[in-house]
């Protein structure tokens, strides 16, 4: 399954743009789905976005109402890479981004963590008022 491993992270003020990316050390992404999930000092993990398996042109996208219209998923299973596109930032975005790997082969996008079983360490997001 190889492990995650997270970029892009950083300081930006508010409406400001990030780009996050997630890569794999080892293994593919082609048949996973992909979700990207965050959490805040003293808060809950929570779900940001997912976008299910590659496959016969796959790429259905799913993402938190927070997320709808700011932050674009997308995935490239050539270079074996999974982008997280962070617009319009706000200061209530600031949290961890953690990169997740569906536990399932050719699995769809999921807002459960519970389908997914291989996460990255995250990268810290800070948006700044």
């Known amino acids: 399954q190889g492990q995650l491993v997270e970029s892009g992270g950083g300081l930006v003020q508010a409406g400001g743009s990030l780009r996050l990316s997630c890569a794999a050390s080892?293994?593919?992404?082609?048949?996973?789905?992909m979700g990207w999930f965050r959490q805040a000092p003293g808060k809950e993990r929570e779900f940001v976005a997912a976008?299910?398996?590659?496959?016969?042109?796959?790429?259905?996208?799913f993402y938190a109402d927070f997320a709808k219209g700011r932050f674009t998923i997308s995935r490239d299973d050539v270079k074996n890479t999974v982008s997280l596109q962070m617009n319009s930032l706000k200061p209530e975005d600031t949290a961890v981004y953690s990169c997740?790997?569906?536990?399932?082969?050719?699995?769809?996008?999921?807002?459960?963590?519970?389908?997914?079983?291989?996460w990255g360490q995250g990268t810290q997001v800070t948006v700044s008022s």
């Open positions: 080892g293994g593919t992404f082609s048949n996973y789905a």
């Open positions: 976008i299910s398996w590659g496959g016969w042109g796959g790429g259905r996208t």
């Open positions: 997740a790997r569906g536990g399932y082969l050719v699995g769809t996008a999921s807002i459960h963590p519970y389908d997914y079983n291989t």
